[in-house]
């Protein structure tokens, strides 16, 4: 195949075939994986001055690449580089291989952890992505007379676009009813109510809220008739408790997807209908899980961070960019039979999401897979870590449901939640619906200890 690759945008494999593309998927991808990345290394070369640069000063260049593993050996890429190279050579950086006037897209970053980062998009790698992200969700069990309900901001998010473009590539009915504006969420359940979709896409604490609107409308969300959930954004449906919830919720089956924005095709970290893990799609972005010191790739079976390479980018590429998640990953085979690696459980937090209380290390992921696992939980709970006279406190507030023995679901909250992360909390016990929920990504962890160092009070 040429590159970059140019696919058939008729072509469609039979309703009955599990695969989209059977030869690659179950085959062994390296030296399909060697030639794109070649290619990928090259046409960055000589098109952006942002990587001759950087690999200059490393002292590699696209001929230092041999073999897959000769990848380690150039330089990662951190966010915080892309928005410098943007405030240097604005609008899109000097990583733009393209011309600014073939950009046919521009989606971004809010900004709202500092300056926006700006996506410029190339119509024929909007084609791409919407090629591996159908190709994905046909994994999921996706066909083409499925109605897919989009629940998630039209914005400059990528995550929503992104799933629209594979829904209409793949052949099925798309429904792109989108989140955020007050009463949404209410309309959001009639609409499903009478349509009836058979998929649905948004993050996992955003389903939930869909599903606790509709009960409070006396609808039960497994009438809606949702047989396929799928989700980025957030680790929820990578957690055992959370996907068990969602699936008991819904009567449907849980996907996991996602990586970065700035890496879309996003949905090459993406689970098959099996739900073994996420698949890494090494042939359309390459993925090694590396040391987050060291970004050397790590061992099969050891966990890191995800450092990701396109190998299908014109526009934009992104060579080794840094993702700051954390996961697992494994060489072993799913039942699905595609030779991809996986993470087996998703990816579960973030490096930097990782909080000290006490000397332990504790993962905001952790303590929702504790909750969500307690019958009687009511849906929402909120991470508060202070320093009260020189001594980290940690703070759980957390709902009970309805007809629940408080005293009781105090009890195993608190026994569950020192086992499971440890270090003993204070609880605090509030009634289901009292803690906002989320239209978009959920945010459940407050640290006020920066303000006791500055000797201000909490």
Not at 20 to 39: A, F, H, N, V
Not at 309 to 315: F, G, I, V
């Amino acid at each position: 195949m040429s590159w970059p690759p140019q696919y058939d945008g008729s072509y469609r494999p039979s309703r009955d075939d599990p695969y989209w593309s059977r030869e690659i998927e179950c085959g062994d991808q390296t030296d399909s994986i060697l030639r794109k990345l070649k290619s990928q290394l090259k046409y960055a070369w000589e098109k952006s001055p942002f990587y001759r640069r950087k690999w200059e000063a490393a002292g590699v260049s696209p001929e230092t690449l041999r073999t897959l593993d000769d990848l380690a050996r150039f330089p990662v890429l951190q966010k915080n580089e892309l928005r410098a190279s943007q405030a240097a050579s604005p609008p899109f950086g000097e990583y733009l291989c393209i011309e600014p006037a073939q950009v046919a897209r521009i989606h971004g970053t809010s900004g709202t952890t500092g300056r926006p980062t700006v996506f410029g998009v190339g119509a024929d790698d909007w084609k791409r992505i919407g090629e591996a992200h159908a190709r994905i969700l046909w994994a999921c069990g996706i066909r083409p007379g499925d109605r897919v309900m989009i629940c998630s901001f039209f914005s400059l998010y990528m995550g929503s676009w992104g799933a629209l473009a594979g829904i209409e590539r793949l052949g099925a009915t798309a429904f792109p009813f989108g989140a955020g504006v007050a009463g949404q969420t209410l309309m959001g359940v009639q609409w499903a109510r009478d349509l009836k979709p058979t998929a649905f896409y948004s993050t996992p604490s955003y389903a939930l809220h869909f599903a606790d609107t509709a009960r409070k409308e006396g609808i039960d969300p497994r009438s809606l008739g949702i047989r396929i959930l799928f989700f980025s954004g957030e680790p929820g449906a990578g957690i055992p408790s959370t996907r068990k919830q969602i699936e008991e919720t819904f009567g449907g089956i849980c996907i996991d997807m996602g990586s970065m924005a700035e890496m879309s095709p996003w949905m090459t970290n993406g689970e098959c209908s099996h739900r073994t893990g996420m698949h890494l799609w090494q042939d359309i972005v390459y993925t090694q899980v590396c040391d987050p010191k060291t970004f050397q790739p790590v061992p099969f079976g050891a966990e890191g961070t995800p450092v990701y390479t396109h190998l299908e980018r014109t526009s934009q590429p992104m060579i080794r960019l840094v993702s700051g998640d954390r996961a697992m990953w494994t060489d072993e085979r799913c039942p699905c039979g595609r030779t991809y690696p996986r993470l087996p459980k998703g990816i579960y937090g973030r490096i930097d999401d990782m909080f000290i209380v006490r000397g332990e290390n504790i993962y905001p992921s952790a303590i929702e897979e504790a909750l969500r696992a307690i019958p009687g939980f009511g849906g929402e709970f909120r991470v508060i870590i202070s320093r009260l006279q020189a001594m980290d406190d940690l703070l759980v507030r957390v709902e009970y449901a309805k007809q629940v023995d408080p005293a009781a679901f105090e009890k195993i909250a608190r026994e569950r939640l020192q086992a499971k992360i440890g270090v003993r909390p204070r609880l605090e016990l509030v009634p289901e619906g009292s803690l906002p929920r989320t239209e978009f990504k959920a945010r459940r962890v407050i640290d006020d200890r920066d303000l006791y160092q500055k000797g201000t009070k909490p």
